[in-house]
């Protein structure tokens, strides 16, 4: 009856459309699951995939991300956020062979990344907190991000990413916060993905 | 080697502070070389504010900060506001130092376990 109910309004004032934001350290692989939702609902990546951290350095949009699953839709705009970190230095983008003004660049942009990912954590209605489950996920970076979601109510799913990696340790993230739903992911190769598609309508919609 | 340097910070120090100028009072004492230990667990929105400032800041030279802390994730920040507004005290503690300081630093929920030492030009 409700589904009824949400379709009829749907139909006549438009599906509400979520802003969804991908949220984590670098290299946790936000990029990777928001280039496999974009390619699952709209038939396109969104960004660019690198090993060097810092890679996103301004918000990434996708508007409009038409989600079906079992029979349910949801109208979303994805941002992919940049990395959010408490430090920031060109020296570590040498190691990959960036050029030392380049590296200083790359490094002033992603301060600048960082800064509007922050400011995007009062604007958005719903997040995935991506976390590379190979690391300790207990890391300030990942409490700032969950303490001023949940101060402002905002739904929140832990996604625990690179289970194909070893060393991944998804019971690690359970454990570390065990308020938020978990959903384990390889964003690389897709694994589970439809589970956590699942569970962002669950909490979502 | 250069000499370390930590303030132990009362929680009394900033309570009559508004976040802006807590962060400022933080950023100064980090940004002059030292490590602070503050008796208290900045606010979820004091910890933000950190980081955008700290990024307004970074250069060359002083290339951000580790930071760490005990104490549950606060929601109700209004709570904790008006627990230091009535001069009381939240639990928790947050070390803060320069990146560049602290070679290592973890948190498994009761403790902080933090290396320093000076990885190249002193901040």
Same mark, same amino acid.
């Not at chain 2, 933000?48 to 549950?72: C, H, P, Q, W, Y």
């Given at each position: *009856?409700?589904?009824?109910?949400?379709?009829?309004?749907?139909?006549?004032?438009?599906?509400?459309?979520?802003?969804?934001?991908?949220?984590?350290?670098?290299?946790?692989?936000?990029?990777?699951?928001?280039?496999?939702?974009?390619?699952?609902?709209?038939?396109?990546?969104?960004?660019?995939?690198?090993?060097?951290?810092?890679?996103?350095?301004?918000?990434?949009?996708?508007?409009?991300?038409?989600?079906?699953?079992?029979?349910?839709?949801?109208? *979303?705009?994805?941002?992919?956020?940049?990395?959010?970190?408490?430090?920031?230095?060109?020296?570590?983008?040498?190691?990959?062979?960036?050029?030392?003004?380049?590296?200083?660049?790359?490094?002033?942009?992603?301060?600048?990344?960082?800064?509007?990912?922050?400011?995007?954590?009062?604007?958005?209605?719903?997040?995935?907190?991506? *976390?590379?489950?190979?690391?300790?996920?207990?890391?300030?970076?990942?409490?700032?991000?969950?303490?001023?979601?949940?101060?402002?109510?905002?739904?929140?799913?832990?996604?625990?990413?690179?289970?194909?990696?070893?060393?991944?340790?998804?019971?690690?993230?359970?454990?570390?916060?065990?308020?938020?739903?978990?959903?384990?992911?390889?964003?690389?190769?897709?694994?589970?993905?439809?589970?956590?598609?699942?569970?962002?309508?669950?909490?979502?919609? | 080697?250069?000499?370390?340097?930590?303030?132990?910070?009362?929680?009394?120090?900033?309570?009559?502070?508004?976040?802006?100028?807590?962060?400022?009072?933080?950023?100064?004492?980090?940004k002059?070389?030292?490590?602070?230990?503050?008796?208290? +667990?900045?606010?979820?929105?004091?910890?933000?504010?950190?980081?955008?400032?700290?990024?307004?800041l970074v250069n060359d030279k002083f290339t951000g900060?580790?930071?760490?802390?005990?104490?549950?994730?606060?929601?109700?920040?209004? +709570?904790?506001?008006?627990?230091?507004?009535?001069?009381?005290?939240?639990?928790?503690?947050?070390?803060?130092?320069p990146a560049r300081?602290? +070679?290592?630093?973890?948190?498994?929920?009761? +403790?902080?376990?933090?290396?320093?030492?000076?990885?190249?030009?002193?901040p």
């Amino acid at each position: *009856m409700l589904d009824w109910l949400q379709g009829l309004m749907e139909r006549f004032f438009g599906a509400k459309c979520v802003s969804l934001g991908l949220y984590g350290a670098p290299n946790a692989g936000k990029t990777t699951l928001a280039n496999k939702i974009s390619i699952d609902f709209v038939g396109e990546p969104m960004g660019k995939v690198s090993e060097v951290p810092h890679e996103t350095r301004a918000v990434q949009k996708k508007e409009k991300v038409s989600m079906k699953v079992n029979g349910r839709k949801l109208s *979303m705009n994805l941002l992919d956020m940049p990395g959010i970190a408490t430090k920031v230095d060109y020296r570590d983008f040498l190691k990959y062979g960036i050029e030392k003004e380049d590296a200083r660049t790359r490094a002033k942009e992603a301060t600048r990344g960082i800064i509007e990912a922050i400011k995007w954590l009062e604007n958005v209605d719903a997040a995935l907190i991506v *976390m590379d489950s190979t690391e300790d996920p207990y890391t300030q970076v990942n409490i700032t991000i969950l303490g001023n979601l949940e101060a402002r109510n905002i739904p929140v799913i832990l996604v625990a990413n690179k289970t194909d990696l070893p060393g991944s340790n998804v019971k690690r993230i359970r454990e570390a916060f065990p308020q938020y739903p978990v959903v384990h992911i390889s964003a690389k190769n897709g694994h589970n993905v439809d589970e956590l598609y699942k569970t962002i309508f669950d909490r979502v919609n | 080697m250069p000499d370390l340097r930590i303030e132990f910070v009362s929680a009394s120090v900033l309570k009559d502070f508004e976040s802006a100028k807590r962060i400022d009072y933080l950023l100064k004492v980090i940004k002059r070389g030292s490590l602070i230990v503050l008796e208290e +667990k900045l606010a979820p929105d004091e910890e933000r504010l950190l980081i955008e400032e700290t990024m307004n800041l970074v250069n060359d030279k002083f290339t951000g900060i580790e930071i760490s802390s005990l104490g549950a994730i606060e929601a109700n920040q209004w +709570k904790e506001r008006l627990i230091k507004l009535l001069g009381g005290k939240t639990s928790g503690l947050t070390v803060i130092g320069p990146a560049r300081m602290i +070679k290592e630093i973890k948190n498994d929920r009761s +403790k902080i376990n933090l290396l320093a030492g000076f990885t190249g030009d002193k901040p």
